[in-house]
């Protein structure tokens, strides 16, 4: 079946420093991948997408990269803050399964100030 | 805007109670909707999505069962919890076809 996997699990990185969360995806139909930031207590919320006609969308300091052929996509955080420490999902979706979301097992980020 | 709402926050029931948890949604009309749980400290499981009014797809076997009264409303049922159904229940929404999920805020249910 459809699998999302997500690397690493746990990431701990200095305030100032970037961070990088690394998918992959098992289904070639997949053309949409949204990241999502979960902090405590509260559901995930969409930070940024990206589609499979560009290989990368920026937002202010989020990026995300995506790779078709290798089916690898990755989320980029530069100048990281202490409010950027949450878990963080990716995703991935396309016709297989009626528009079905395979979501990753998800990366607890830790900012160190 | 589009908003959701689920209630309550938080929640403890005993061991073999029922169980009922509400989930609405505004602004938007015949969204696709979805249940989650997750276990603390670990990912999403879908439970249940629906695609309209009464159609409802389950997607683990488990103690619990959903229902969709009306079109922006998606209920979580349970006749007799167990101890194993504590943890972290999400609903979401998203509109038909290659579209984002929108995440409510959870509920998190504690089972004595």
């Known amino acids: 079946g459809e699998n999302v996997e997500q690397h690493p699990s746990t990431l701990s990185v200095q305030e100032g420093d970037s961070a990088v969360i690394k998918c992959t995806y098992s289904?070639?139909?997949?053309?949409?991948f949204p990241w999502y930031k979960q902090e405590l207590g509260k559901g995930p919320q969409l930070i940024i997408d990206?589609?499979?006609?560009?290989g990368e969308k920026k937002d202010q300091r989020i990026a995300v990269t995506l790779n078709k052929t290798a089916k690898h996509f990755s989320l980029h955080i530069t100048e990281t803050q202490p409010e950027d420490s949450a878990v963080y999902f990716c995703?991935?979706?396309?016709?297989?399964?009626?528009?079905?979301?395979?979501f990753g097992a998800g990366t607890r980020l830790f900012v160190k100030a | 805007s589009q908003t959701i709402h689920q209630w309550p926050a938080t929640l403890v029931q005993p061991v073999g109670s029922p169980l009922s948890l509400e989930c609405t949604v505004e602004?938007?009309?015949?969204?696709?909707l979805y249940w989650y749980r997750q276990a603390a400290g670990r990912g999403l499981q879908l439970l249940f999505y629906?695609?309209?009014?009464?159609?409802i797809s389950s997607e683990v076997p488990q103690n619990l069962s959903a229902s969709r009264p009306q079109d922006r409303q998606f209920i979580l049922s349970s006749k007799k919890l167990l101890l194993s159904d504590s943890g972290f229940y999400l609903c979401?929404?998203?509109?038909?076809?290659?579209?984002?999920?929108?995440f409510g805020d959870g509920t998190r249910l504690s089972i004595l």
């Open positions: 979401a929404w998203r509109d038909p076809g290659n579209q984002p999920q929108h």
């Open positions: 289904d070639s139909a997949s053309n949409y």
């Open positions: 990206i589609r499979s006609n560009v």
């Open positions: 995703a991935a979706s396309g016709v297989t399964g009626g528009f079905k979301t395979i």
């Open positions: 602004g938007t009309s015949n969204p696709n």
């Open positions: 629906s695609v309209g009014i009464g159609q």
